[in-house]
């Protein structure tokens, strides 16, 4: 079946701008993440969508980030007033939760670029 | 919150070696724990998993095994080849809620 899915591939953006990211997570799955990986380091977790609970947010690093998931399904995250620091790959993955516990399937990543 | 941590954070062994990982975790109500492969410029993907019912899982030349008392699991690499080259995260997780990664090992095979 299908797998998750980002769009853009590529966003390179200005300094001072607002970027939307987006995230088809994988059907069925209730469980949504967002990570940043700036090159060669690990994943920094940003934010979790877990069915209609309220989200985790405890990792976006500012107010400039958000995050919102629409009918329990796609994902955007948005950066307002985009700074150079911004710039690295933001990965969405998904899972199932419950007893029949699966991994996470990552997206390809949208690289971001701020000039 | 649960805790992982992950050593070593890089790796060189000599094509043909073993290879070997260990991670940690604090939470012991912890029962999912894969194992992620990111080659460069790719996103991580799934080579095993192992859940806490479990003390080892095999599949060709990888291996996961896990102690549940000391909370710790660790990835094996039996015959390392050049494309085993990659960054290696580990992770756990309580019902696939809110999966916490460690923090990766560059692992280089050299010919």
């Known amino acids: 079946g299908a797998g998750v899915s980002q769009s853009p591939s590529n966003k390179v953006t200005e300094k001072g701008k607002d970027v939307e990211l987006r995230c088809d997570p994988i059907s069925g799955h209730t469980a949504l993440y967002w990570y940043r990986q700036s090159l060669g380091q690990g994943l920094e977790f940003l934010i979790y969508f877990q069915g209609n609970s309220a989200p985790d947010k405890s990792g976006l690093p500012s107010d400039r980030f958000s995050a919102e998931r629409t009918g329990g399904s796609v994902s955007t995250l948005t950066i307002q007033r985009t700074q150079q620091e911004d710039s690295a790959v933001y990965l969405c993955a998904s899972s199932l939760v419950g007893i029949t516990t699966d991994t996470q399937y990552f997206g390809p990543g949208t690289r971001l670029t701020v000039l | 919150g649960e805790n992982v941590e992950q050593h070593p954070s890089t790796l060189s062994v000599q094509e043909g070696d073993s290879a070997v990982i260990k991670c940690t975790y604090s939470d012991s109500a912890s029962n999912y724990f894969p194992w992620y492969k990111q080659e460069l410029g790719k996103r991580p993907q799934l080579i095993i998993d192992?859940?806490?019912?479990?003390g080892e899982k095999k599949d060709q030349r990888i291996a996961v095994t896990l102690n549940k008392t000391a909370k710790h699991f660790s990835l094996h690499i039996t015959e390392t080849q050049p494309e085993d080259s990659a960054v290696y995260f580990c992770a756990a997780t309580q019902w696939g809620q809110n999966f916490v990664f460690g923090p990766g090992t560059r692992l280089s095979v050299l010919p």
């Open positions: 192992i859940r806490s019912n479990v």
